[in-house]
Every structure is written in C-alpha cells, then in structure tokens.
C-alpha cells in the first residue's frame, strides 16, 4: 500500500507539472495571439495614416495584414486545442488526487486496524490474576 501511495504521489507530481506546462503554453499562444492582434491595430493605424499614402508602403502594411489574419486564426485554434489538452490534464490529474486521496484513507484505516490489533494482543495477552 505504501508503495502504491508513493507511486501515486510521483505521478501527482508529474501531471501537476505537466498542468503547468499545459497553462504556460496557453499563455503562451494567448501572448502571441496579443502581439499579432497589435501589429494587426498598427499597421491598420499606417494605413489610415494620410501622410504615407506611398503605394509601397501601402502594399507591405496589406500583405503584413493578411499575414498576421492568417497567423492569429492559426493561433485561435492553437489556443482552443490548448484549452483541450489543458482540460483532458486537469481531469486526469483531479482523477488521480481522488485516488491518491483514497489510498491515503485506506492507509490510515489500515494503520489504525492494526494499532487496535496490537492493542488487542497485548491485552489478550496480559496474564489474567485470580482473586484468593
């Protein structure tokens, strides 16, 4: 039982770990899908700008637009399979927190059974005094 609780802690702390790389990921793609939204808000800002109605500059500030479109609708769904994967490992790692909060219970029962076992022996086993 002992070993199966030390198992279960192990892999508790694995998955815990691999939560957190799940959540830094999802930031991650959050922070970079942030980025592209302000690059998008920039080049917009040069294109409504009236002084630098130069045609090439124009054409670079389009296809830099329709670029980041492209890169942030790639993050989107990066950030919902994030999510996913974020949820599958939350579930898993509550899943094994239940388990290793059984184990944990059946250890303390099993501890306490033995205790009133070794109570019982040293009882059974006191000599009995016979009164004259």
Same mark, same amino acid.
């Not at 990921?25 to 592209?36: A, P, Y």
């Not at 479109?69 to 993050?75: A, G, N, P, T, V």
């Given at each position: 039982?002992?070993?199966?609780?030390?198992?279960?802690?192990?892999?508790?702390?694995?998955?815990?770990?691999?939560?957190?790389?799940?959540?830094?990921?999802?930031?991650?793609?959050?922070?970079?899908?942030?980025?592209?939204?302000?690059?998008?808000?920039?080049?917009?800002?040069?294109?409504?700008?009236?002084?630098?109605?130069?045609?090439?500059? +124009?054409?670079?500030?389009? *296809?830099?637009?329709? &670029?980041?479109?492209?890169?942030?609708?790639? #993050? =989107? /769904? %990066? @950030?919902?399979?994030?999510?996913?994967?974020?949820?599958?490992?939350?579930?898993?790692?509550?899943?094994?927190?239940?388990? +290793?909060?059984?184990?944990? *219970?059946?250890?303390? &029962?099993?501890?306490?059974?033995?205790?009133? #076992? =070794? /109570? %019982? @022996?040293?009882?059974?086993?006191?000599?009995?005094?016979?009164?004259?």
């Amino acid at each position: 039982m002992r070993d199966r609780h030390k198992s279960l802690a192990r892999l508790l702390q694995v998955k815990t770990q691999l939560h957190k790389l799940e959540e830094a990921r999802l930031n991650e793609t959050r922070r970079r899908r942030q980025e592209m939204g302000e690059e998008r808000r920039a080049m917009f800002a040069l294109l409504g700008d009236e002084e630098k109605t130069d045609s090439l500059i +124009l054409g670079l500030a389009c *296809r830099h637009i329709s &670029r980041t479109d492209r890169s942030e609708r790639d #993050l =989107d /769904i %990066a @950030e919902q399979e994030q999510k996913q994967a974020l949820l599958r490992r939350s579930a898993q790692k509550k899943a094994l927190e239940k388990t +290793l909060r059984e184990t944990i *219970r059946a250890m303390e &029962r099993d501890a306490e059974r033995r205790a009133l #076992l =070794d /109570i %019982a @022996e040293r009882l059974a086993g006191q000599s009995r005094t016979s009164l004259p």
